[in-house]
DNA sequence: ATAAAAACATACTAGTTAGTATGTTTTAAA
DNA sequence: TTTAAAACATACTAACTAGTATGTTTTTAT
């Protein structure tokens, strides 16, 4: 990685951490250079405005974060319905950049630029449909196997299951507390068992 | 009602109406007092500060639109679980003031403002948990009805009913479109239905 | 080694923000 | 009808915002 690629990359990183923690509008470039300590002109040199700074955010950060916590390990399980609870666990509990009270920063960020800002509605668009149709694929695959009934829609599954995971997140946001996180698993286990 | 208290009324409704579309944030109070056409000097006399108007909004607008859509009905409905796939229906297609590209108001406000905002989260603590306490009670009464079977979690299930229902409403965001509301419905439908 | 382009640095600007200071008008009780 | 408080109106401020103008330094190809 050459140095101006790493200047690069450091804004984006440092500036997707204060975004995660206190959303896009209310983070300002002043308050990203600072932290970078990386000039306002460095800034403008590599992003021609803070919205296509975000754009690379979504594209170059939070899509290839995301293809490697659950769409590449979903694409390769033998088990893809255990793998999708094993998954939710995993992202509820260990994976170490997301927090209880920030809640999931793609939802975080559709929730706060979709109504009105079409490129980051577009970019945010491309990675949840990647999600979806990993997870449509994997209950396809179990109902090929046989291991989950036929009658089962993929689509409408994928639907809940991302729904669901995306409210948990708001939901422990709000009440800063992991508790709702252990009633959801328990319930997301009964759910996924009784589409066997 | 006294003109004062209209005066009030207003600020709050106008600004509920630009802080769902725009996000808190991002709505100023200029913006508010030029669409309601009330003066800086009346908005400051009934308010002291922004989130004090933020607190009001939520206490005063947010909570009793929801008690009345989705507490009192649900609270009265002789087939609670029916009730709750119904009124799940109607809030997607029917409330007038729910629009799909905008998602959910407590769902928006508890992204934005619970992290870094203690008056915003308790505000909206109160109002969802009213909302999980009745989901749960509905849920309760069927299992006392032999309606539901007994080994169902009332907890687990008002969770994952308004984690799902969340998590949709940003779906919508982010697609803009109703598609996806259908595919929810139908599987909220299969999962409600195996709670019997 | 040199020249040109890439990468970065500093100082500024015009617009916006929440909030205040200081008034005037309206309402309602005596 | 007077008077005091409630309700509202206007003009301002200091801090912050994204973005720009105009530089200097560093890198890289020749």
Avoid at 7 to 30: C, E, P, V
Avoid at 63 to 83: C, G, R, V, Y
Wanted: aromatic share 12%.
């Amino acid at each position: 990685m050459t140095k101006a690629s790493n200047t690069r990359h450091t804004i984006l990183q440092k500036a997707f951490d204060l975004i995660y923690k206190k959303g896009y509008q209310t983070t300002s470039i002043d308050e990203i250079i600072a932290t970078t300590e990386v000039t306002k002109g460095a800034f403008y040199y590599h992003f021609k405005t803070k919205d296509e700074m975000g754009i690379a955010i979504i594209n170059e950060i939070v899509k290839p974060t995301m293809q490697d916590a659950f769409i590449f390990p979903l694409q390769n399980a033998s088990s893809p319905l255990e793998e999708i609870y094993r998954m939710t666990e995993s992202l509820l509990f260990d994976t170490p950049f997301l927090k209880l009270e920030y809640g999931c920063p793609a939802s975080n960020l559709t929730q706060e630029m979709t109504p009105w800002n079409e490129a980051f509605a577009q970019a945010l668009n491309e990675l949840i449909l990647e999600w979806q149709t990993t997870i449509e694929k994997a209950i396809q695959k179990e109902i090929e196997n046989g291991t989950v009934r036929s009658d089962i829609n993929p689509k409408q599954v994928a639907y809940f299951v991302m729904s669901s995971y995306w409210g948990i997140r708001n939901f422990g946001k709000a009440y800063n507390d992991t508790d709702c996180y252990h009633a959801y698993l328990k319930e997301l286990k009964q759910y996924l068992d009784q589409l066997k």
